[in-house]
């Protein structure tokens, strides 16, 4: 089974700042996908950006970035140049690789409560 | 093209009485996934489907719960008979699957309120 760790419930940071969010999680997979989701207000659940454990490069979604270390099983979300919009849980979440095709349960973490000050 | 579609958007019941939840997923889609939100729990995965098929319904929590997926592009989650520690924001998400695997969509959940 896996776990998803988020050890940060909550961060507060000024508009425009950076701020780097927190994920790790422990597996015996080595093929799987990561995620983090943003949940706002409205409780949608909304995408923000995807990673392949397979590809050593780092996702990229415009102001949002991870830096993913396999090795050490750790997976932050950078959010640069921060908006009053970025206010939202946001969720980390993974998901293993079916070998032959098909698609998997994902396993989310805790999340973080991310909070953008005017 | 639409998402993921959930209904109701929130539904209030009393304790004792049976409770269904539907999902339509997006069009072409062939995976389905139910989720709980709860905020002792966070979000947990109860069920999913492949091509209609149940795969892993291990995250039901007990008989009371069942869900189904007649066709591709409708699924029901029922629980009977409801109870109060069944409140909860209800999840449906579905995936393109296949050989490369994508992205789960989610619907804007179903808020279940069990007096």
């Known amino acids: 089974a896996q776990t998803v760790t988020q050890s940060q419930p909550e961060m507060s940071v000024q508009e425009a700042e950076t701020v780097t969010l927190s994920c790790t999680y422990d597996?015996?997979?080595?093929?799987?996908?990561l995620f983090w989701y943003k949940q706002p207000p409205s409780r949608q659940m909304i995408l923000v950006i995807r990673?392949?454990?397979?590809?050593?490069q780092n996702a990229t979604e415009n102001r949002f970035s991870v830096n993913f270390q396999k090795a050490a099983k750790s997976f932050s979300l950078k959010i640069s140049d921060s908006q009053l919009g970025d206010t939202a849980m946001y969720f980390c979440?993974?998901?293993?690789?079916?070998?032959?095709?098909?698609?998997?349960?994902?396993?989310f973490g805790k999340g973080t409560h991310l909070i953008i000050q005017p | 093209d639409a998402g993921v579609i959930q209904s109701p958007r929130h539904e209030v019941t009393e304790m004792g009485q049976e409770v269904t939840l539907r999902c339509k997923p997006i069009?072409?889609?062939?995976?389905l996934f139910w989720y709980r939100q709860t905020m002792m729990r966070g979000l947990e995965l109860l069920i999913y489907?492949?091509?209609?098929?149940?795969?892993?319904d291990s995250g039901m929590p007990e008989d009371r719960f069942s869900a189904k997926m007649p066709n591709a592009s409708f699924s029901t989650l029922k629980i009977q008979p409801s109870e109060p520690r069944d409140s909860a924001v209800y999840f449906c998400?579905?995936?393109?699957?296949?050989?490369?695997?994508?992205?789960?969509?989610f619907g804007p959940g179903t808020r279940l309120t069990v007096l």
């Open positions: 489907f492949n091509n209609n098929v149940p795969i892993d």
């Open positions: 597996t015996s997979e080595n093929n799987y996908y």
């Open positions: 979440a993974f998901m293993k690789h079916r070998a032959g095709g098909g698609a998997d349960g994902l396993t």
């Open positions: 069009s072409g889609h062939n995976s």
């Open positions: 998400a579905s995936i393109s699957g296949g050989a490369v695997t994508d992205t789960q969509y």
């Open positions: 990673q392949e454990a397979y590809k050593q």
